[in-house]
């Protein structure tokens, strides 16, 4: 068991496990129940055409039952949505997946690809990610390459009944790999795109959506604004839908104004909309995506009041594909009280949709249309202060959850945070573990957009301040991905303290993908940056990380004499938690090269330091191999009494692989002390434990168990 590198901590509502394979952290919850199935489907929309023939064909593509399966059916089923944006493709792809959710009893996925935003794209590798970890794959035994992660994809599909919702899709490459390839599973893909790639190699039935019918169109319109008001003006009615151009998103967003304003009448809408499409021809461009859209768009978005209109278009703002209501009243630079009721107001008005509690995103053609009003009616300055105003929220709300996840871990100067922006810290660890997952993506694209926007002290600060939330969930590859622009927008900036502190993260990212030159070469260059400014927390670390990877490749002198400096630095400079951290590393140096009294005392001169603080996980951390050393020089009572504190700790931790290593710890002392009937008991407690985790140490354990239940017998 490797030791821990970098700070934690953790309480009993969430489990933090640090150093496990590579050192990483991990959370793992008890075994128990089986966890409920997937259930991701956005709400059904409340307004739906029939679009029956489509429907049908949907129905037509369930998989076969089990007794045809076996007899030899599809390998797999696709179906593909392919249509102009606008035409409804979401909306039936989620509409259908409610109506059929209850044959797929195994669950239903749902992601977005964000092909068609402002934004970059959502990598297969992170949608691969997303679905493991809902599917209940613990985080640490998702593979960091796609290959990797799509291979297990389709293993934990195997024999499973799952449906899988692929919405906006740019490319066959996007979704190939989210495809399951068991025949009791259905994806349904929407895109913009043919996607004449996937009918033709994996035989997806492809259904292309047209506008509406003019006979539909009007249906869709009566459900909004009444069959009298329809019934009474035929021809008004009839040329508003042309005018929506047939499309369900104009249609909706015209029908909800209509009704909110019952004493006009559909001819003064006829009119009305008619000069705001002659006022926009001029605008007209070849290729514009807006051009069928963009009078519905003008007229609602010019009928809110002022304040409502800037709030819709500095949305558009946002860096991410949805928004919370804090995020949003930071960015607008309004009270939270009043995000939400303006936000309220603009899901009335079908202009923002609202798909979960508290989340909020945009139609692409509606965001498309906010970045322009906002491009034309703000100045640049003020766009800039906007968007300062969103990385600051998120800055600082993630520097709230650090101080609750990790309050050991490294703090930097942040710069003060408007008064006006609504920070909320959590109150536990799960809320800030719940943040931070909710707001990942986020997080990646605001990290993004500042770097090249030009806001390079946030593109370095942001990701140093989350650095523990991606190791944590093991999210490996954007972990490493923030840091590399977290270190290139710190050399934007010329900040040395911007360059070590990302660096050292790096080290330790690198060290987890096992690539260990890389990793020895961040730390290094960590080391000299954090001198540079003074940061001896990230100097002291930097040094215990080479120490770690040298004792890894088995340069145990290497090693010694790195984790010597690591204590000497955290020593000097009060650093106590570093110095209990390098004692504990400078014991297992000892104890490997069979210097056990050594390593003894140093196990015991960090406990005694890490108790003297109540870090009473770390404590624990440094009983087990203390126990183990206990255990080497034949001091089996020792042993035993270091191990069941231990385990008492990890238990009070919920920390679940370190539970079962103390429990097949314990059960060697208790073999060598002679009590089999206490050592099998801890074996197989531990074996319920690590079998689950996919721990190597599983097997070994399991042959124990046979052993002395053979001699036993025999």
């Known amino acids: 068991m490797h030791t821990a590198r970098n700070e934690s901590s953790g309480d009993a509502e969430a489990v933090i496990q640090a150093g496990t394979v590579h050192g990483g952290i991990n959370l793992f919850g008890r075994t128990g129940p089986a966890p409920p199935p997937p259930r991701q489907l956005p709400l059904d929309t409340t307004l739906f055409v029939n679009r029956e023939q489509t429907l049908t064909r949907l129905d037509a593509a369930l998989p076969a039952d089990g007794a045809t399966v076996a007899a030899g059916g599809l390998s797999m089923t696709v179906a593909a949505i392919a249509g102009a944006p606008g035409i409804g493709k979401t909306a039936l792809a989620v509409h259908w997946a409610h109506r059929v959710r209850q044959w797929f009893a195994d669950g239903d996925l749902y992601v977005d690809m964000r092909g068609y935003g402002p934004g970059p794209a959502l990598e297969v590798g992170q949608a691969l990610d997303t679905f493991l970890r809902a599917l209940h794959v613990p985080a640490e035994q998702i593979p960091t390459d796609t290959e990797g992660r799509a291979a297990l994809y389709r293993s934990v599909l195997n024999g499973k009944r799952v449906l899988i919702v692929v919405d906006n899709v740019s490319t066959v490459g996007q979704v190939r790999s989210l495809l399951p390839a068991t025949p009791t599973c259905m994806a349904i893909i929407t895109s913009r795109n043919r996607l004449s790639g996937l009918v033709a190699r994996e035989g997806a039935s492809r259904m292309t959506l047209d506008v509406l019918s003019p006979k539909e169109a009007i249906a869709l319109l009566s459900d909004s604004i009444g069959g009298d008001r329809v019934s009474a003006e035929p021809h008004a009615t009839a040329e508003l839908a042309r005018r929506c151009a047939y499309l369900p998103l104009a249609l909706r967003i015209i029908g909800e104004r209509i009704a909110n304003t019952p004493h006009a009448t559909l001819a003064d809408f006829v009119a009305d909309l008619a000069l705001v499409d002659h006022q926009l021809d001029a605008l007209m461009v070849d290729d514009d995506e807006l051009s069928d859209v963009r009078a519905v768009f003008s007229w609602s978005y010019q009928a809110l009041p002022d304040e409502t209109a800037r709030f819709f278009r500095l949305l558009g703002l946002h860096a991410g594909a949805d928004i919370s209501s804090a995020a949003a009243a930071s960015i607008t630079g309004v009270s939270l009280p009043r995000a939400r009721a303006l936000l309220d107001q603009l899901c009335a008005a079908h202009l923002v949709q609202n798909p979960a509690r508290d989340r909020y995103l945009f139609h692409d053609l509606l965001r498309a249309y906010a970045l322009e009003r906002v491009q034309v009616e703000e100045t640049v300055e003020e766009q800039r202060l906007a968007r300062r105003r969103a990385y600051s929220w998120y800055l600082w709300m993630a520097e709230e959850g650090r101080r609750v996840i990790l309050p050991y871990s490294h703090a930097i100067a942040l710069p003060p945070a408007d008064p006006e922006i609504p920070i909320a810290p959590p109150g536990s660890v799960a809320g800030a573990m719940t943040w931070f997952e909710q707001e990942r993506l986020n997080l990646l694209d605001s990290i993004r957009q500042a770097d090249e926007l030009g806001d390079h002290d946030i593109a370095w600060q942001l990701p140093v301040v989350s650095d523990g939330f991606f190791e944590l969930k093991s999210y490996w590859a954007d972990w490493r991905d923030v840091h590399l622009t977290g270190l290139r927008a710190a050399r934007s900036a010329a900040s040395r303290l911007g360059e070590a502190a990302n660096l050292r993260c790096l080290g330790d990212a690198y060290w987890r993908l096992e690539e260990r030159e890389t990793a020895l070469d961040c730390y290094r260059q960590g080391v000299d940056a954090s001198r540079d400014v003074g940061d001896h927390w990230v100097e002291g670390f930097c040094l215990r990380g080479q120490g770690l990877i040298h004792e890894e490749l088995g340069q145990l002198a290497e090693a010694l004499n790195l984790y010597g400096q690591a204590r000497e630095v955290f020593r000097h400079h009060g650093i106590t938690r570093g110095e209990g951290m390098s004692l504990l590393s400078l014991g297992n140096c000892h104890r490997t090269r069979g210097h056990l009294s050594t390593a003894i005392a140093h196990y015991r001169e960090a406990v005694t330091i890490l108790d003297g603080i109540n870090d009473r996980w770390s404590v624990a951390w440094v009983s087990y191999p ?66 689950p985790l996919g721990d190597p140490r599983a097997d070994s354990i399991r042959r124990l168990i046979k052993r002395v239940d053979g001699a036993e017998e025999a």
């Not at 203390?626 to 001091?635: D, E, V, W």
């Not at 385990?647 to 208790?670: M, N, S, W």
């Not at 002679?674 to 074996?687: E, F, S």
């Open 626 to 691: 203390l126990g183990l050393a206990y255990q080497q020089t034949g001091q089996l009572e020792e042993a035993l009494k270091q191990h069941q504190m231990a385990l008492e700790i990890f238990r009070k931790f919920d920390d679940r692989r370190c539970e079962g290593l103390t429990l097949a710890a314990l059960g060697d002392t208790f073999r060598t002390t002679g009590r089999h009937d206490d050592a099998v008991r801890c074996w197989q407690q531990a074996l319920q434990i690590l079998d």
